[in-house]
């Protein structure tokens, strides 16, 4: 059996996205593919997103202790790991509330957009915001992690659509873009997600994160420049 190891850091934008099927590169030069060795815990097969590197299967540290029931979290400068807890992937006493029922005939984009801007006061440009979010799953949300870009946009999607489901739009046509909406695409092995705020004819506006887990404010995005992108599309949780 192929051994398997822990993996906090690697990759941190070809993670993002759990379709990821192509040979991926790191900046060490490293070359990964996609594993598909099978794992089981307790004689029970799991699903782990796994990557093969020189012959050995590297699996994510917060993956294995939530299929094996210790808690895992990042503190802000390291990774946490508690053998005795029950994982839940944030720091102790930064749990975050699941997200309420939003009643569909409330929301407008001016309330979406306050709502995700209101966010603004206890996470200022440059402030962690608590990844990994909540733990995720892959099945009925956008993105298999909680950290980076994908935690902070579900953590304001979240906050503004509560648990309404979410649709994706493949290639979206300018006009189906709306604030509270996430936009993410591909380049080259990694990727990127954002929230938007604002739209005008040219570009969106948004607030976004990368792979220090800081709520970032301000950036914007030009249209011609995100219709090339690859993979580009959206998610959104208006109801149809």
């Known amino acids: 059996m192929k051994r398997f190891q822990f993996l906090t850091g690697f990759l941190c934008g070809a993670l993002l ?9 790191a900046a060490s030069g ?25 012959g050995n299967n590297f699996v994510k540290l917060r993956d294995v202790g939530e299929a094996v029931g210790f808690n895992v979290y990042w503190d802000g400068s390291a990774a946490q790991v508690e053998s ?7 720091k102790p006493g930064n749990q975050t509330t699941p ?11 001016e309330n979406v957009r306050a709502t995700i801007r209101a966010l603004r006061d206890t996470y200022p440009s440059g402030t962690l915001y608590g990844a990994p979010y909540i733990p995720n799953n892959p099945f ?21 659509f509560g648990n309404l489901p979410y ?6 046509s300018w006009d189906e873009i709306r604030a509270g909406d996430l936009i993410d695409w591909r380049t080259g092995t990694s990727g990127h997600a954002v929230v938007v705020l604002e739209k ?8 976004e994160s990368g792979i220090k887990n800081e709520a970032l404010w301000g950036g914007q995005y030009f249209r ?3 219709e090339e992108q690859r993979g580009y599309r959206l998610f959104t949780r208006y109801p149809q």
């Open 84 to 90: 005795g807890q029950p994982y839940t992937g944030v």
């Open 167 to 172: 649709r994706q739009i493949t290639n979206p």
């Open 224 to 226: 011609y420049w995100l």
């Open 200 to 207: 005008t004819g040219e570009y969106i506006k948004v607030t």
């Open 17 to 25: 996205f759990g379709a990821l099927t192509s040979v991926a590169t």
């Open 30 to 54: 490293i070359m990964a593919t996609i594993s598909n060795q099978a794992i089981y815990v307790d004689g029970k097969q799991v699903r782990l997103e796994a990557y093969s590197i020189h």
């Open 140 to 160: 009925d949300r956008p993105f298999s992690n909680c950290d980076a870009c994908a935690g902070w946009a579900m953590k304001c999607s979240d906050a503004a």
């Open 99 to 109: 997200p309420t029922q939003q009643n569909p005939s409330s929301l407008t984009e």
